[in-house]
């Protein structure tokens, strides 16, 4: 069983910054990673992904320019560093590791998910 615990949301003006952490435990083999958000009444929405080796990203229009994915493989955590915050990234953010090693943008394909992390933009 594989476990993804993700930590770093909260509250933020807008303009400001947070780094998301995704730490992944238990049955631990290579894995490509992806995050995600999900806005009230909104359908979750890919905001980015990584490879399993870290040398692919992948990000969504409404995330270029302002995220940045990475992973430490050695610490078993993914991240994601989010600049230049708007109201609009208001949203629950979701970890996701899948057993495909490349890129992968689509939830399906995703095998293990995490419980998610608030995070809330104020104007």
């Known amino acids: 069983q594989v476990q993804l615990v993700e930590s770093g949301g909260g509250l933020v003006q807008a303009g400001g910054s947070l780094r998301l952490s995704c730490a992944v435990s238990g049955r631990y083999r290579s894995y490509a990673m992806g995050w995600f958000r999900q806005a009230p009444g909104k359908e979750r929405e890919m905001v980015a992904a990584i490879n399993w080796i870290g040398t692919s990203t992948y990000y969504a229009d409404s995330a270029k320019g302002r995220f940045t994915i990475s992973r430490d493989n050695a610490k078993n955590t993914v991240y994601l560093q989010m600049n230049s915050l708007k109201p609009e990234d208001t949203a629950i953010y979701y970890c996701?590791?899948?057993?495909?090693?490349?890129?992968?943008?689509?939830?399906?394909?995703?095998?293990?998910w995490g419980q998610g992390t608030q995070v809330t933009v104020s104007s």
């Open positions: 996701a590791a899948t057993r495909v090693l490349g890129l992968v943008v689509t939830a399906e394909e995703y095998d293990y």
